[in-house]
């Protein structure tokens, strides 16, 4: 009698526990898979000509007119040739100099402009420096003795504006 209350008491959905092989009528069923539902596709939508569907439209074409986004590898390694860059110029600015007073003539290129930094080296080099940057130029104009003869006229070749470097900042 005890047995079959005990029995009684289980609840309904699971089978009471029992020590020993169980037949397989006895052995629960695997979880069978739920059906899955086909979500039906989202309606089109209908066009509204209201702001808010225009400001739509300009952000869905902005996203084709805007450069795509690096990746932070690529950010960094840019980030990484810029300071390098800057690097070097900053090591150039550091090193000791000094402006000098002079004159040297600045040579011509072969394009014809003045050539000053040929000029500004040799200024520093005078001064016992290594080499130097350009900062004051003044020019002048050098003409043949032939122009100065009274009645003569001037003609094209007779003088020539020479360049001079009057001070450079000196390495």
Known sequence: MLAAALEAGWPQAAPPPRLGVQSPAQQPLPAQPEPQQIEPAAPR???NPGLINEIEKLFEKSKSLLPPLKSPGETIDDFNARTKDAGQSLSNMARPSIMVSGRAACLVAANGAPDCKAGADRLCQI???KEGKSLDTDAAEKCSPKVYLPGRKR???????????TRALCQ
């Open 155 to 165: 003609e094209p070749g007779d003088c020539k504006t020479e360049n001079y470097v």
């Open 45 to 47: 939508r209908e066009e």
């Open 127 to 129: 001064k016992g420096y």
